[in-house]
């Protein structure tokens, strides 16, 4: 395993539309081998592959559950419900925080590292995280749902709100 390098937010990689996998073989697995210990470093809560240049349809999320990461080959969220609003950050908008609504469930559908499709739900927090790492694969960062970026003094004010 190996840790990549993350992109950051200006470059090409991260507003285009991945492609889907179609070849669930040993490259895959060293891709997906090699974010897991990326995003462990990075002490995120999940990792999109064009985050690490890799302009596919594959993305880890930290089930806040079993504190887990779930691998997502091609995802779709197939049903949400709720709504939330809450801080988000992004390991490729490093620094940056701001406010976001998110749906409070998200249910998605996705293949693991051999082909077998399966369902993954979560709530909160992990609710979230599907959404952030899967409209990465469609370009998207979570910046253009933010108002304006937290400054430190409202991010120390938010955190501190939120462990009352
Ligand atoms: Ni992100």
């Known amino acids: 395993m190996a840790l990549r390098n993350i992109v950051t937010?200006?470059?090409?990689?991260?507003?285009?539309?991945?492609?889907?996998?179609?070849?669930?073989?040993?490259?895959?697995?060293?891709?997906?081998?090699?974010?897991?210990e990326t995003l462990e470093d990075a002490n995120g809560a999940?990792?999109?592959?064009?985050?690490?240049?890799?302009?596919?349809?594959?993305?880890?999320?930290?089930?806040?559950?079993?504190?887990?990461y779930i691998e997502l080959i091609n995802p779709e969220i197939i049903a949400m419900s709720g709504e939330q609003t809450?801080?988000?950050?992004?390991?490729?908008v490093p620094g940056k925080w701001g406010i976001v609504t998110r749906?409070?469930?998200?249910?998605?559908?996705?293949?693991?590292?051999?082909?077998?499709?399966?369902e993954a739900e979560g709530?909160?927090?992990t609710a979230r995280a599907f959404c952030h790492e899967i409209e990465h694969l469609d370009g998207h960062l979570f910046v253009e749902h933010v108002d304006h970026f937290l400054t430190d003094e409202e991010l120390?004010?938010?955190?501190?709100?939120?462990e009352e």
Not at 13 to 36: E, G, N
């Open 9 to 36: 937010q200006g470059e090409d990689c991260l507003t285009k539309v991945c492609r889907p996998v179609a070849s669930f073989d040993s490259r895959l697995h060293t891709l997906l081998d090699d974010m897991a």
């Open 46 to 68: 999940g990792l999109a592959a064009p985050q690490v240049g890799v302009l596919r349809r594959i993305c880890l999320v930290l089930d806040e559950d079993t504190e887990e």
């Open 86 to 92: 809450g801080l988000e950050g992004c390991l490729s």
């Open 103 to 118: 749906p409070n469930y998200v249910r998605v559908r996705a293949q693991d590292r051999d082909g077998n499709w399966f």
């Open 123 to 125: 709530e909160g927090l």
């Open 156 to 162: 120390q004010d938010y955190i501190s709100e939120d």
